[in-house]
Nanobody, 127 residues
Framework: QVQLVESGGGLVQAGGSLRLSCAASGLTFGRYRMAWFRQAPGKEREVVAGISRSGAMTSSADSVKGRFTISRDDALKLVYLEMNSLKSEDTAVYYC????????????????????WGQGTQVTVSS
């Protein structure tokens, strides 16, 4: 059974930092592309950042570019989201997503391109 479990969320002041982790189990991690999405109250889920199967390629949303970094550790089956210079508008539930793929030179940035999701972790940024 494929499972994704996010951790690392919490309450932080504006300008602060957090690192989210997503632990994967029940899958051959190196065959999956990964991504982080978020959903704020009353808003649609949006992509934050994605990483290719090998980790060689990453992409991030314009709203977080230069502040957030996605990375992966295949040995530990973890994907990370390093978040710096946090703003109040970053407040949301953050979700990890995974999709089996045979294609490496591609970063998927749409929710429809992922079929496995974690339950999410709350990030609250106080101004």
């Amino acid at each position: 059974q494929v499972q994704l479990v996010e951790s690392g969320g919490g309450l932080v002041q504006a300008g602060g930092s957090l690192r989210l982790s997503c632990a994967a189990s029940g899958l051959t991690f190196g065959r999956y592309r990964m991504a982080w999405f978020r959903q704020a109250p009353g808003k649609e889920r949006e992509v934050v950042a994605g990483i290719s199967r090998s980790g060689a390629m990453t992409s991030s949303a314009d709203s977080v570019k230069g502040r957030f970094t996605i990375s992966r550790d295949d040995a530990l089956k973890l994907v990370y989201l390093e978040m710096n210079s946090l703003k109040s508008e970053d407040t949301a539930v953050y979700y990890c997503a995974a999709q089996l793929t045979y294609r490496d030179n591609y970063v998927a940035m749409k929710s429809s391109e992922y079929n496995t999701w974690g339950q999410g972790t709350q990030v609250t940024v106080s101004s």
